[in-house]
């Protein structure tokens, strides 16, 4: 079945970019919708947006000034950038596929803490 | 902007029917998306479509929708049903998702 795995750096400074990586693995990644989702220590979660496989964009409107995704087909591989971040972006982060709008293959999430 | 609205908690014994309900302006015409998490683990979706069951749900799980309210029933909860629950859905758009704030289910 479908596999994804977040990478990234477990550690970014205030105001500095954000930038993680989902790899997509036993599965195509035409044909549908890749979603990124984040969740506090303790709180909620927070959609942030998802791209197409052939690179139409949603961004969470609170989020859209410093958000940006980007897809490589060729590699089977789905990126989030997240600019001027703030302690209070501390998350862990979540890549999803989007199956007819349903999010039915998550990664394990990757936690990404903002400090100096 | 677009809010689900859950209740924070619901708590029932072991064999009774827990009933989590999400509320939305777009959800009559708008499907909910239910998602279970349990603690340091990514979420699961036990309810797509309002009301279909992925494959590997248990049978006790059911979505429904009326109006403004999405409701989660698991009928017959289990201990192993304590868990964070969040509903899922789009605005009248359809270009902006959000989760609800999750209800936190205790079966004891």
């Known amino acids: 079945q479908v596999q994804l795995q977040e990478s990234g750096p477990g550690l970014v400074k205030p105001s500095e970019t954000l930038s993680l990586t989902c790899i997509v693995s036993?599965?195509?990644?035409?044909?549908?919708?890749w979603s990124w989702i984040r969740q506090p220590a303790g709180k909620g979660l927070q959609w942030i947006g998802h791209?197409?496989?052939?690179?139409?964009?949603n961004y969470n409107p609170s989020l859209s000034s410093r958000v940006t995704m980007s897809i490589d087909t060729t590699k089977n591989q789905f990126a989030l950038n997240v600019t001027s971040v703030t302690a209070a972006e501390t998350a862990v982060y979540f890549c999803?596929?989007?199956?007819?709008?349903?999010?039915?293959?998550w990664g394990q999430g990757t936690l990404v803490t903002v400090s100096s | 902007s677009y809010e689900l609205t859950q209740p924070p908690s619901v708590s029932v014994s072991p064999g009774q029917t827990a009933r989590i309900t999400c509320s939305g302006d777009a959800l009559p015409k708008k499907y909910v998306y239910w998602y279970q998490q349990k603690s340091g683990q990514a979420p699961v979706m036990v309810i797509f479509d309002d009301r279909k069951r992925p494959s590997g749900i248990p049978e006790r799980f059911s979505g429904s929708s009326l109006g403004r309210t999405a409701t989660l029933t698991i009928s017959g909860a289990q201990v192993e049903d304590e868990a964070d629950y969040y509903c899922?859905?789009?605005?009248?758009?359809?270009?902006?998702?959000?989760f609800g704030g999750g209800t936190k289910l205790t079966v004891l």
């Open positions: 791209i197409s496989a052939s690179g139409t964009t």
């Open positions: 899922y859905s789009t605005d009248s758009s359809g270009n902006q998702w959000v």
């Open positions: 999803a596929r989007e199956n007819n709008w349903a999010l039915d293959y």
């Open positions: 036993d599965g195509s990644i035409n044909g549908f919708y």
